[in-house]
T-cell receptor, first 117, second 114 residues
Framework: AQKVTQAQTEISVVEKEDVTLDCVYE???????LFWYKQPPSGELVFLIR??????QNEISGRYSWNFQKSTSSFNFTITASQVVDSAVYFC??????????????FGQGTRLTINP | EAQVTQNPRYLITVTGKKLTVTCSQN?????MSWYRQDPGLGLRQIYY???????DKGDVPEGYKVSRKEKRNFPLILESPSPNQTSLYFC?????????????FGPGTRLTVL
């Protein structure tokens, strides 16, 4: 069965600190997809990144970076030089292969990140 | 603009009073889903639809109904709402051509059942 665990329920840091949000997943499939979403206080879900299981390259987008390690089943998200606008709930999600019939995203519990000025 | 819309965005109701949350997408997507978000549980899928007149249960379908009479619409029906259905609800859609299963989410509907 698929499962996503975000063990950090809440994180609070001071602005400009770096912060890493952990995501550990479980799946039996060899083909799967991983996602990160941001949920600001307004409530909508903002797509950040997607990754497939065959692409273990790390990715950097501005202050955001993602570290995908199949050996540890982890897909961690780092914000460098955090800003108050980064305050949000962040969700990691997993999908098995939709070609094989997967019809949903399995979400972690979410990590509430607070950046204090 | 490509989007998924939901109405209403906020709703407070009482136990037992039937309600419908509408969802519409303008991207001609085949797949649509409903999720609910609860603290400490993340988002969980309620129902999904692979195309018109094809629907199936997700992980938490109890107390909900859906229909898919048109490709663009996928309403969520609560025939007799109860307080444990107080939640934040998201509609999502995706195209079957996307092998990533990336889903486009609506803005959410915050439902309170008293």
């Amino acid at each position: 069965a698929q499962k996503v665990t975000q063990a950090q329920t809440e994180i609070s840091v001071v602005e400009k600190e770096d912060v890493t949000l952990d995501c550990v997943y479980e799946t039996r499939d060899t083909t799967y997809y991983l996602f990160w979403y941001k949920q600001p206080p307004s409530g909508e879900l903002v797509f950040l990144i997607r990754r497939n299981s065959f692409d273990e390259q790390n990715e950097i987008s501005g202050r955001y970076s993602w570290n995908f390690q199949k050996s540890t089943s982890s897909f961690n998200f780092t914000i460098t030089a955090s800003q108050v606008v980064d305050s949000a709930v962040y969700f990691c999600a997993l999908s098995e292969d939709p070609v094989q019939g997967a019809q949903k995203l399995v979400f972690g519990q979410g990590t509430r990140l607070t950046i204090n000025p | 603009e490509a989007q998924v819309t939901q109405n209403p965005r906020y709703l407070i109701t009482v136990t037992g009073k039937k309600l419908t949350v509408t969802c519409s997408q303008n991207m001609n997507h085949e797949y649509m889903s409903w999720y609910r978000q609860d603290p400490g549980l993340g988002l969980r899928q309620i129902y999904y639809s692979m195309n018109v007149e094809v629907t199936d249960k997700g992980d938490v379908p109890e107390g909900y109904k859906v229909s898919r009479k048109e490709k663009r619409n996928f309403p969520l029906i609560l025939e007799s709402p109860s307080p444990n259905q107080t939640s934040l609800y998201f509609c999502a859609s995706r195209t079957r051509r996307d092998t990533y299963n990336e889903q486009f989410f609506g803005p959410g509907t915050r439902l309170t059942v008293l």
